[in-house]
């Protein structure tokens, strides 16, 4: 069944996860973390319920604020948060500090953001990442176990994770990652990962799911958002929720955070003609000129 923009789906944990978050990345420049608490704020407004940030954008603390401002109880916001990949050897602290950036006693779900550990070598730019070899990924899910033993998170789960990856992972976990959030969009469908993750009982969530303007520009896009007299993001989002997927979007404008939350029941041949643009595209996290990302091949991520 396609899910509605209001629709949750269950974790394997059985908790409810609502499939349409708003993202906050923001850049470190200017005031741009501190905005996003207003924009969180009409998000909220607009009816989301699920705001999806991470300890790596600086935008916990706006995210937090935003919430209380917003009068809705603790319970009723679903936040996902993420373990900074500068921080794999110091788990326990970091998320205590997530916490205290949040002004809250447990997030609902906490994830792995990479695979790799890294440190930067001067500024914290792509190039200057170098990976660390220990602790391993295997050994920081340990840690981040503990965290969900502890009921501090309601669900653990992983990001940027490939099948090679989540094979390794598999065979010491005690706890099954509940998700495991990839970039996903019509260029990059990314259905065989769907499908392993299916059959593992993992939710998989979609970031950058609109493919930015590559995919928007998109002519058969275009003409199915004509045909259903709505905006190319409206009908890229419509597709994710015809194919069970949790999304997560972001804007900052308060029409378009309408906009993504206000989505087309698209038709089985639209669906189809969507997923015909699949060509394994990345287009948010793609390796750089020495083929990395953040200090990882594309080998050793399984991409
Ligand atoms: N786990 C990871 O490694 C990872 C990586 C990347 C992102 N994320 C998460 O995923 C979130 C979303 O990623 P993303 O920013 O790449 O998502 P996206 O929604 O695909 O792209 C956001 C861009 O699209 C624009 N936009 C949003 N809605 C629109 C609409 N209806 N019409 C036209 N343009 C629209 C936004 O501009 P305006 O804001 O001006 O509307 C912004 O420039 C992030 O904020 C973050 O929380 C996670």
Not at 2 to 17: R, V, W
Not at 26 to 44: F, H, I, M, Q, V
């Amino acid at each position: 069944m396609p899910f509605k923009p209001t629709d949750s789906a269950t974790l394997s944990t059985g908790i409810k996860i609502p499939v349409i978050a708003n993202g906050s990345w923001a850049p470190s420049t200017g005031n741009a973390r501190a905005e996003a608490k207003d924009w969180t704020l009409t998000a909220l407004k607009a009816g989301y319920r699920h705001i999806d940030t991470a300890q790596g954008y600086g935008t916990e603390n706006s995210v937090g604020l935003a919430i209380k401002e917003s009068g809705l109880k603790r319970e009723e916001v679903f936040i996902t948060t993420k373990l900074p990949f500068t921080d794999h050897d110091n788990v326990q602290q970091s998320f205590n500090e997530s916490l205290e950036n949040l002004g809250v006693d447990y997030v609902d779900l906490y994830l792995l953001h990479w695979p790799q550990f890294i440190r930067f070598d001067g500024t914290e730019s792509r190039e200057n990442a170098k990976a660390i070899s220990s602790p391993t990924f295997s050994e920081v899910w340990f840690e981040i176990e503990k965290i969900f033993e502890q009921k501090k998170a309601k669900a653990i789960g992983v990001s940027n994770f490939s099948i090679k990856n989540l094979e390794i992972l598999l065979k010491s976990a005690k706890v099954v990652p509940a998700a495991n959030q990839v970039e996903l969009h019509p260029y990059l469908a990314q259905n065989e990962l769907r499908e392993y993750c299916r059959s593992k009982g993992i939710v998989v969530v979609a970031y950058a799911p609109s493919g930015y303007s590559q995919v928007r520009n998109d002519p058969v896009i275009g003409q199915i958002a004509q045909e259903h007299n709505v905006t190319p993001n409206q009908v890229i989002l419509g597709w994710h929720l015809a194919r069970e997927t949790v999304v997560v979007p972001k804007s900052q404008d308060v029409r378009r955070q309408r906009d993504n939350i206000t989505l087309p029941v698209l038709s089985e041949d639209d669906v189809k003609k969507i997923d015909a643009l699949d060509r394994g595209e990345r287009i948010c996290n793609k390796p750089d000129e020495s083929g990395l990302v953040w200090g990882w091949s594309m080998e050793q991520l399984g991409w």
